[in-house]
């Protein structure tokens, strides 16, 4: 139970990097974090001129019961699992939810 509760925390703490002040812009931003659950967006929406309305996740997380963080939406270039190694999450408990499975082995983290 502690080690959901110190990777959940640590899920937060990364998602809180990637969210900005709010500006002028009509994209807004919102860290959304179900505990309960298990997972963790950041997800922007809002108004890219007055004819389109954008909506899209940024990064999702999924803490699971076992202990594992599965990564199932990473648009960002950063290598956000390695970030999160650096928080103190074994490398054993991150899975790359969005590689395909056979990919899986060679990525250094968790197969599943």
Same mark, same amino acid.
């Given at each position: 139970m502690e080690k959901l509760k110190r990777y959940g925390e640590a899920v937060v703490d990364l998602l809180k990097e !990637?969210? +900005? $002040?709010?500006?002028?812009? /009509?994209? @807004? $931003? +919102?860290l959304l974090t179900?505990? $309960?659950?298990? +997972?963790f967006q950041?997800?922007? /929406?809002?108004? #890219?001129?007055?004819d389109t309305? &954008?909506?899209g996740i940024l990064l999702h997380f999924q803490l699971k019961p076992?202990?594992?963080i599965w990564i199932l939406a990473n648009w960002t270039e950063d290598? %956000?699992?390695? #970030?999160? %190694?650096k928080r103190g999450v074994d490398k054993n408990d991150i899975v790359l939810g969005f590689?395909? @499975?056979?990919? &899986?082995? !060679?990525?250094? !983290?968790? %197969?599943a």
């Open positions: !990637y969210v +900005h $002040e709010p500006s002028q812009n /009509t994209i @807004e $931003e +919102h179900d505990f $309960e659950h298990g +997972h950041l997800l922007r /929406t809002g108004w #890219a001129d007055k309305f &954008r909506m076992d202990g594992k290598d %956000v699992a390695q #970030a999160l %190694v590689q395909p @499975e056979f990919i &899986r082995p !060679y990525s250094g !983290y968790a %197969v």
